[in-house]
């Protein structure tokens, strides 16, 4: 496979729920992002790794909780989550210090009832 | 406050008529202003970076240009494929330099 691959496609959850979120890239990236992007709004930065360290957390709440276990993968843990949390959830991954030139899975669509 | 602001917010054309989309940014300093096309239910696909005033890249029927306030992307008699929405973002030069300020985007349309 090349690069970068998001699983599910698509999720529906209950707020009582937990579920987790799956990116895995295979461009030999360093950098691996997390964003929503909802209608009506900009995509939101929500978390940044390089070289498997957290270096962002944009005042994310904490019933999303990422975990990135080396660098060519990412998850997102979700749990008791709200409506408003639907969203698309994309995974993205760059080099290092090139932060606007990035490689987007295709994103997990998710649907909090 | 920085910003980044497109227009139109939505474009219909025939195949074969070229037109511009706009993307107008206040920053305190650019580093890099990106641009990206993203399909119906996919993820943005990194189109260009333009760095400083007077920059242009081309990619096929796509034209990106820059001026010390606004970029254009230029589409040269664009096909039907070239329908999907188009996101700019902007990178600031002071501060938290990792964090892109992202346009809300536009959506093009182009009827054969």
């Known amino acids: 496979e090349t690069g970068v691959t998001q699983t599910p496609r698509h999720l529906v959850m209950g707020m009582t729920n937990k579920k987790s979120l799956k990116c895995e890239q295979h461009?030999?990236?360093?950098?691996m992002y997390w964003y929503k992007q909802s209608a009506k709004k900009p995509l939101e930065l929500m978390f940044v790794?390089?070289?498997?360290?957290?270096?962002e957390n944009n005042s994310v709440p904490s019933r999303f909780s990422p975990e990135c276990p080396n660098s060519s993968h990412l998850f997102l843990h979700l749990h008791t989550l709200q409506p408003e949390d639907s969203a698309l959830y994309l995974c993205?991954?760059?080099?290092?210090?090139?932060?606007?030139?990035?490689?987007f899975g295709e994103g997990s669509r998710l649907t909090v009832l | 406050e920085d910003q980044v602001t497109q227009s139109p917010e939505a474009l219909r054309l025939q195949e074969g008529e070229s037109s511009s989309l706009n993307c107008s940014y206040t920053?305190?300093?650019?580093?890099?202003l990106f641009w990206y096309r993203q399909d119906p239910g996919k993820g943005p696909e990194f189109l260009f970076t333009?760095?400083?005033?007077?920059e242009e890249k081309e990619k096929e029927r796509l034209k990106a240009t820059l001026t010390k306030k606004e970029s254009f992307l230029h589409i040269t008699a664009p096909k039907p494929e070239d329908s999907a929405t188009y996101l700019c973002?902007?990178?600031?030069?002071?501060?938290?330099?990792?964090?892109?300020?992202w346009g809300l985007g536009t959506s093009l349309a182009v009827n054969p």
């Open positions: 993205a991954s760059s080099q290092p210090g090139y932060v606007g030139e990035l490689f």
């Open positions: 461009l030999g990236h360093n950098a």
């Open positions: 790794y390089n070289f498997k360290e957290q270096t």
């Open positions: 920053v305190s300093g650019l580093r890099g």
């Open positions: 333009l760095y400083s005033a007077g």
């Open positions: 973002a902007v990178q600031a030069d002071a501060g938290n330099n990792r964090k892109l300020i």
